[in-house]
Structures are given as C-alpha cells and as structure tokens.
C-alpha cells in the first residue's frame, strides 16, 4: 500500500513515540541544570558540621549541597556564608550568577533584621528586654526590609534572567507551651516564633513580587523545635542541624524546585 506523505510523517511520530527514554535521556535535564545557593549561615549551614569552608561555615550538610549530591547538576556554585547580610549577597555572592544559572536558592533577612542581638537578649534578658529587641527587629522587617529585598530580588533576576528562584524561609525556633527545662520562658518562645512570623511573612510577600517560589521553614521543622524531644534546631546555636537540612529544608527545597 502507498503511503501519502502526511500519513507517513504520522506513522514516524507514532514510532518515535513509543520508543522508550533511555536513562541517559531522562538524566538530560538535570544534567542542564546550573545552580548557584546565595543566603546566610541558614543556607550555608552553621551548626551542621562537616565544614567545606570554616570560614563561611559551608557545610556539605547543608541543604544546598544535599541537592546538588543528591541531583548531579552540570554546574553548582555554593556562595552562602554565615552572617550574611542582604549587601554581603549582592557585594560578594550575585557575581556567582549569569544568563546560564537555571537554579537559585536564597535564605536571607534574618542577620539584617537583627537575629543575633535579638536572641541574646531573649536568652539572657528579661522578658521585657526580650520584647523590646523584637518589637525593635519588627520595624525593621516592616518599613525597611521589603525595600531592600526588592532591590536584592531586582539584583538577581537581573543577573541570571534564565534561572527559577527559590526563596527559603526561617523555621520557628521553639515549641510553644509547657516546659522547656533549661530554655526560654513560655513567653518568650512564643514572642520569638510570632517575630519569626512577621519575617516569613514580609519575606514570602516580597518573594512572590518578584515571581519568585518561597518554601516555608515553619511546617517543614514543626514538631522538631528546639524544647521538643527530636529537635532538628540546636539550642546553643539556634541553627538548623545536619538532621534538619536533610529532614526539613531538603524535603521543602526539592518540592519547591518541582514547583517552579
């Protein structure tokens, strides 16, 4: 029988169709992949051990690095360093990024709104002290944070046009209620994790602004918060462990990235 020319071209597609994907060719697009992590010591993951760079405190812990074992991506540039700040990222790390960067994380604003100072006068001060240090952080975050995120998101869109981006959140610190022997008060616990609130939320605003995803610590770490009996935060240095990169903000970046 003589095939017309547009039936033929059908019977090719149809062949080639059901011709199965190697492992090579279904490996392609990770392989494509060019992932740069920007952010602070919860990116770079302080706390976590295993230290690529001390002085950055970059962990292969971290979740950055998990992702990037985990997927094999044709290219990897791990820039986050502990104690960044949002004019660290643009001054030292957005020179990583470039029109053929296709995946961005980031985890900023805590050090710009004062987390360190904070936390000392939660531990060691009063009540009221404690109070104070976050009402002060909370103006930060709410008249000059969502400024300075814009300008950083403009910044890294700018710098790499092509790539999906994936802002990553803080998780709450502390379980709330009952006793926490040798922690912060009940009242404190909760007057931190609600001033965390306040930064997740002006955060995932100004990231979806931007078109950018935003994964949120605070269902990925909840029930393993510092006070409870499977803490995935350590109490001396309120930073996600190894256990929470790998259990919480692994698990909450790969959902993200397959979201985006």
């Known amino acids: 029988m003589h095939l017309t020319r547009p039936a033929g071209a059908a019977l090719l597609a149809l062949a080639l169709a059901s011709v199965p994907v190697t492992a090579a060719q279904a490996t392609t697009a990770a392989d494509e992949v060019n992932y740069v992590a920007l952010g602070d ?9 295993n230290y690529s760079d001390a002085l950055c405190t ?4 971290a979740y950055p690095a ?4 985990a997927n094999d991506p044709a290219s990897f540039s791990f820039v986050a360093c502990g104690g960044a700040k949002i004019p660290d990222v643009l001054d030292d790390q957005v020179s990583a990024l470039d029109e053929d960067t296709t995946l961005v994380s980031l985890s ?24 104070r240090a976050l009402a002060t952080a909370g103006e930060y975050v709410v008249n000059e944070l969502p400024g300075e995120l814009d300008g950083l998101y403009a910044t890294v869109r700018a710098e790499a046009p092509n790539a999906d981006v994936v802002v990553i959140g803080y998780p709450h610190l502390y379980k709330e209620g009952g006793l926490c022997l040798g922690g912060l008060s009940s009242a404190k616990r909760t007057a931190v994790n609600k001033g965390s609130d306040l930064l997740n939320e002006t955060i995932a605003e100004r990231a979806a602004a931007a078109g950018f995803a935003f994964a949120d610590g605070r269902p990925a770490f909840a029930g393993h918060e510092i006070c409870t009996g499977d803490a995935w935060i350590s109490s001396s240095n309120v930073h996600p462990t190894a256990e929470g990169h790998a259990s919480a903000y692994l698990p909450a970046f790969t959902a993200a990235v397959a979201g985006s």
């Open 41 to 49: 010591s919860y990116a770079s993951g302080t706390g976590a051990g």
């Open 58 to 61: 970059r962990s292969r812990n």
């Open 66 to 69: 998990l992702w990037a074992a």
């Open 108 to 131: 900023i604003g805590g050090n710009d709104s004062g987390f360190a100072s904070t936390m000392l006068s939660c531990q060691y001060s009063t009540l009221s002290a404690c109070e």
